[in-house]
């Protein structure tokens, strides 16, 4: 959607890749070959300097996830995460919409995506990152998102 109205390039999730590749769930050993894979693709991509870069995620996401199902995570990824600079970070509020199973996507539980959105959250306020919340139904939360990266876009 957001590519379709601006352009630009999309990265993917590189641990659904890496799923289907590996044709398994993720361990903890698994976390520093992902979170590699993901800050490859994400430089393969800035790399071609699009007007727009759309990142479906990036290592908040391994961070998050690697504490939250293996009790840990390496420090570096945390170190690399905050050395690279991010504009704006949609958060999607999981409240308003229902889950699905896609056969790789865990946290069927409201409160369990709800606690995973607060650390989501929590961590963007503490780091003073740039984040609006997107919230609502699926229109509402296309029109959200059109409207930030509108607005994004349009700031000199």
Do not use: K
Not at 66 to 73: I, K, M, N, T, V
């Amino acid at each position: 959607m957001l590519q379709a109205r601006f352009g630009g390039l999309v990265v993917p999730e590189y641990v659904r890749h890496f799923i289907d590749q590996e044709g398994r769930d993720t361990c903890y050993a698994d976390i520093p070959t992902i979170a590699r894979g993901q800050l490859a693709w994400e430089d393969d991509a800035r790399a071609r300097q699009p007007r727009l870069l759309i990142l479906d995620t990036h290592l908040l996401s391994n961070l998050l996830w690697s504490r939250a199902l293996f009790g840990d995570c390496p420090a570096w990824i945390e170190q690399a995460l905050l050395e690279r600079d991010y504009d704006l970070h949609l958060l999607l509020d999981p409240e308003g919409v229902d889950w699905v199973d896609d056969g790789q996507r865990c946290q069927p539980q409201l409160s369990e995506r709800q606690g995973f959105f607060a650390d989501s959250l929590g961590w963007l306020q503490r780091h003073e990152q740039v984040w609006q919340v997107v919230g609502g139904d699926w229109p509402t939360r296309s029109a959200a998102a059109l409207d930030a990266v509108g607005q994004l876009l349009a700031t000199p």
